[in-house]
């Protein structure tokens, strides 16, 4: 399995940035980001391929989160901007198994890391 580790997370007023970081241990095809909020389901954030840096978003955060990837650290970076309260959350990076399932979909990530609370005040 690889090795996440997530840092960055914290509590923002609404409008405001933060990004969040994950390094691993090694890379596989495809990193993604996901949230969980308490009484709601895990959600897809975002994701991006390691070669070629293709990025998928969740249509919530569409045109104010960025998803980026530095190689030689081996680390992807969640930028977000325009911070709601409904963005709070534990937020978590995982590597996708390149074998099987979508993208969007928990069910295709195999290794996860420990999770970094975000909290958006308003």
């Known amino acids: 399995q690889v090795q996440l580790v997530e840092s960055g997370g914290g509590l923002v007023q609404a409008g405001g940035s933060l990004r969040l970081s994950c390094a691993a241990s090694t890379r596989t095809s495809i990193m993604g980001w996901f949230r969980h909020a308490p009484g709601k389901e895990r959600e897809f954030v975002a994701a991006?391929?390691?070669?070629?840096?293709?990025?998928y978003y969740g249509d919530s955060v569409k045109g104010r989160f960025t998803v980026s990837r530095d190689n030689a650290k081996n680390t992807v970076y969640l930028q977000m901007n325009s911070l709601k309260p409904e963005d709070t959350a534990v937020y978590f990076c995982?590597?996708?198994?390149?074998?099987?399932?979508?993208?969007?979909?928990?069910?295709?990530?195999?290794?996860w890391g420990q999770g970094t609370q975000v909290t958006v005040s308003s």
């Open positions: 995982a590597a996708k198994n390149p074998y099987t399932g979508s993208l969007y979909s928990t069910f295709a990530y195999d290794s």
């Open positions: 991006i391929r390691w070669s070629g840096g293709s990025t």
